[in-house]
């Protein structure tokens, strides 16, 4: 049994908030360099140019790349032989959390109920924690910063399982489109397909945080991403809404096993600012 | 480059605001009021019991914006604008209370764009996730209604060429 203090969860946590508040993902900024270079529409250009000068100027002036600083996310695997000590995972996260939130600062953004009294919770917490166990003595985290208006713009459906791929092409596509410039496009696409009514949620979450621009593994869903992203780039939502071919910057499926009578399809949409990293302790 | 750039100081002449079109790039200067969801709220609330608002909307613009929190030493901090249509049924009533110019992201409600258009007043579109840009376009910054709101307060600001393009 290997021991891990709650302390270093914490540090660990804080010190991964306070950098991606202020620090674009590499892959993403090369994603839209990339778009930029193939961008067709000048007003597009003119906004991508805008956003990848804010990359270098976040970090120099201290600035959050965005005023939206988001909830935290995050997905937690721990090892079955990892014993945590001197407080719980989830109260770790929590403390880094608040402590981010006074130190970097962050927007005060969660309300303590989503109906009724809507009280500011003031220090961001509660962070939403997914925990998995997984075989060895290791604790992964993916930790997120996600933003109010891609998450508020994101979708789900349980389809007929008569459905084709070309069916699920249009549900997201006119999805997608239908939310215009609010996800604050380019935007990363996490699908998930299968599984159940909050599993597909949890694969559509999750597949954001995969590795930008990876494809599918299987190649049925590779070509899937490949045209839900050729389709959207040809309609013309474009760079905040503006125009141009670059609605998208990449889609991520993730599938999984379902039910006989069920097509699980959920798509959570993310922003170009995708603050996110993977910590492992 | 294709598309106009237009420097602009608040208030917006009504001439002004005729000449500019769909896409236009504006960078503009002069002081402004940022509200969201609880101010737009609060602020109808004022106008519906018949009060006059603590600053005249016919001489400045409302900012969707709630602004991260300033770091010690800085004049704001991470700047950027919030989802408009969440204050489409706010937005009559303040055009009529004399608004001209708004700024925020995203869409509009085809009675929210009517609207706007009849007033002959101007929505602007600015770019979201580049706080760290639009900080830089920020001179002055204070909180000036309701504190207690935290990011949802209204927030006085002073704009020189903050960047935005024509939405309506
Ligand atoms: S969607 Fe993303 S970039 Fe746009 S305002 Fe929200 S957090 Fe910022």
């Given at each position: 049994?290997?021991?891990?203090s709650?302390?270093?969860?914490?540090?660990?946590?804080?010190?991964?908030i306070?950098?991606?508040?202020?620090?674009?993902?590499?892959?993403v900024?090369q994603?839209?360099?990339?778009?930029m270079?193939?961008?067709h529409?000048?007003?597009a250009?003119?906004v991508?140019?805008t956003?990848?000068?804010?990359?270098?100027?976040?970090?120099?002036?201290?600035?959050?790349?965005?005023?939206d600083t988001?909830?935290?996310?995050?997905f937690?695997e721990?090892?079955?032989?990892?014993?945590?000590?001197?407080?719980?995972?989830?109260?770790?996260?929590?403390?880094?959390?608040r402590?981010?939130?006074?130190?970097?600062?962050?927007?005060?953004?969660?309300?303590n109920?989503?109906?009724?009294?809507?009280?500011?919770t003031?220090d961001?917490t509660?962070?939403i924690?997914?925990?998995?166990?997984?075989a060895?003595?290791?604790?992964?985290?993916?930790?997120?910063q996600?933003?109010?208006?891609a998450?508020?713009?994101?979708?789900?459906?349980m389809?007929?399982?008569?459905?084709?791929s070309?069916?699920?092409?249009?549900?997201?596509?006119d999805?997608v489109?239908?939310?215009?410039?609010r996800?604050?496009p380019?935007?990363?696409?996490?699908?998930?397909?299968?599984s159940?009514?909050?599993?597909?949620?949890?694969?559509?979450?999750?597949?954001?945080?995969?590795?930008?621009?990876?494809?599918?593994?299987?190649?049925?869903?590779?070509?899937?991403?490949?045209?839900?992203?050729?389709?959207?780039?040809?309609r013309?939502c474009?760079v905040q809404?503006?125009?141009?071919?670059n609605?998208?910057?990449a889609?991520?499926?993730?599938?999984?096993?379902?039910?006989?009578?069920?097509l699980?399809?959920?798509?959570?949409?993310?922003?170009h600012?995708?603050r996110?990293c993977?910590?492992?302790? | 480059?294709?598309?106009?750039?237009?420097?602009?100081?608040?208030?917006?002449?009504?001439?002004?605001?005729?000449?500019?079109?769909?896409?236009d790039?504006?960078?503009?200067?002069g002081?402004?009021?940022?509200a969201?969801?609880?101010a737009?709220?609060?602020?109808?609330?004022?106008?519906?019991?018949?009060?006059?608002l603590?600053?005249?909307?016919?001489?400045?613009?409302?900012?969707?914006?709630?602004?991260?929190p300033a770091?010690?030493?800085?004049?704001c901090g991470?700047?950027?604008?919030?989802?408009s249509?969440?204050m489409?049924?706010?937005?009559?009533t303040?055009l009529?209370?004399?608004?001209?110019?708004?700024?925020?992201?995203?869409?509009?409600?085809?009675?929210?764009?009517?609207?706007?258009?009849?007033?002959?007043?101007?929505?602007?579109?600015?770019i979201g996730?580049?706080?760290?840009?639009?900080?830089?376009?920020?001179?002055?910054?204070?909180?000036?209604l309701?504190?207690?709101?935290?990011?949802e307060?209204?927030?006085?600001?002073?704009?020189?060429?903050?960047?935005?393009?024509?939405?309506i």
């Amino acid at each position: 049994m290997h021991l891990l203090s709650s302390l270093k969860i914490q540090q660990a946590v804080y010190r991964a908030i306070s950098e991606i508040t202020f620090n674009c993902d590499p892959q993403v900024h090369q994603a839209l360099s990339k778009a930029m270079a193939n961008e067709h529409d000048e007003i597009a250009k003119d906004v991508l140019n805008t956003i990848l000068t804010n990359h270098s100027l976040s970090p120099a002036d201290k600035i959050p790349l965005c005023q939206d600083t988001g909830t935290t996310v995050v997905f937690a695997e721990l090892g079955t032989d990892l014993h945590i000590t001197d407080g719980s995972l989830y109260e770790a996260i929590n403390n880094a959390v608040r402590q981010a939130q006074q130190d970097c600062p962050l927007r005060a953004s969660i309300v303590n109920e989503a109906l009724f009294a809507r009280h500011n919770t003031l220090d961001n917490t509660p962070a939403i924690i997914h925990t998995e166990f997984t075989a060895g003595h290791a604790l992964r985290l993916v930790i997120a910063q996600k933003g109010g208006g891609a998450e508020n713009m994101s979708f789900l459906q349980m389809m007929s399982p008569a459905a084709s791929s070309d069916d699920i092409v249009s549900y997201i596509c006119d999805g997608v489109l239908a939310a215009g410039s609010r996800p604050c496009p380019p935007l990363i696409l996490g699908i998930g397909i299968g599984s159940n009514f909050e599993g597909v949620a949890l694969l559509a979450k999750k597949a954001i945080f995969e590795e930008l621009g990876r494809a599918n593994p299987d190649p049925r869903y590779a070509e899937l991403e490949a045209r839900i992203k050729a389709e959207l780039n040809a309609r013309g939502c474009g760079v905040q809404g503006l125009g141009g071919n670059n609605t998208v910057l990449a889609v991520h499926i993730l599938q999984a096993p379902c039910h006989i009578a069920s097509l699980p399809v959920a798509v959570n949409l993310e922003c170009h600012a995708h603050r996110h990293c993977e910590v492992w302790l | 480059m294709s598309f106009k750039t237009i420097k602009l100081s608040l208030p917006l002449s009504p001439e002004e605001i005729l000449d500019l079109h769909y896409k236009d790039k504006v960078l503009l200067s002069g002081t402004l009021y940022t509200a969201r969801d609880q101010a737009h709220k609060r602020l109808c609330k004022i106008l519906q019991v018949g009060e006059q608002l603590p600053f005249d909307l016919a001489q400045t613009a409302i900012f969707y914006c709630g602004p991260s929190p300033a770091a010690a030493g800085k004049i704001c901090g991470g700047i950027g604008p919030t989802t408009s249509s969440r204050m489409d049924p706010f937005t009559p009533t303040l055009l009529h209370a004399g608004l001209k110019v708004m700024i925020g992201k995203g869409d509009r409600a085809p009675a929210t764009v009517d609207a706007i258009r009849a007033a002959n007043a101007i929505y602007l579109i600015a770019i979201g996730g580049i706080s760290a840009v639009l900080s830089r376009c920020i001179v002055s910054c204070e909180t000036f209604l309701w504190p207690e709101l935290g990011a949802e307060a209204v927030y006085k600001m002073q704009l020189k060429d903050f960047p935005c393009y024509v939405g309506i």
